[in-house]
């Protein structure tokens, strides 16, 4: 049941977590974005998330402000405002959350409290269209029999 469905279920285990440091630079954390494959990732600073950065932060951020990417440093560009869940955090309660919040990246934590990695909304997008599907497969079988 969708309900019963947990961001540990959504993501499984992970061999890599994705980061970019505080000190780096624009240019360096955008190719670091780029080879990651990914939009959006945790900023680290000493061993801790301090922020998250995105493709958005660099064209608004620097891009359109005519900033020399090489020249500016990833903790002027960045969010801090974190949100976070725990891997035993259902995914209706990731949807709620970034929609209150009008975002589309959530911080993991482990079980150790320890970054994790990010559940994005897409990752949720999928799980939830995948899962009416299943339902809407099994209602129809249950009312018109195997299909």
């Not at 891009?63 to 020249?71: H, I, N, Q, R, S």
Request: aromatic share 8%.
């Amino acid at each position: 049941m969708l309900e019963e469905l947990k961001v540990r279920d959504l993501i499984g285990a992970r061999n890599k977590v994705f980061f970019v440091g505080a000190k780096d630079t624009a240019n360096v954390a955008a190719l670091k974005l780029r080879n990651f494959k990914v939009r959006t990732t945790g900023v680290m600073n000493d061993g801790k998330v301090v922020g998250v950065v995105g493709h958005s932060d660099f064209s608004t951020k620097v891009v359109a402000l005519g900033k020399k990417p090489t020249e500016v440093k990833v903790s002027e560009i960045m969010s801090t405002t974190l949100h976070t869940v725990s891997l035993d955090t259902s995914i209706l309660t990731c949807m709620d959350l970034m929609n209150d919040h009008g975002i589309s990246h959530l911080f993991i934590l482990d079980d150790d409290g320890q970054y994790y990695g990010m559940v994005a909304w897409s990752d949720l997008q999928r799980k939830l269209v995948s899962e009416l599907k299943y339902q809407l497969k099994m209602a129809q079988e249950y009312a018109f029999g195997p299909l």
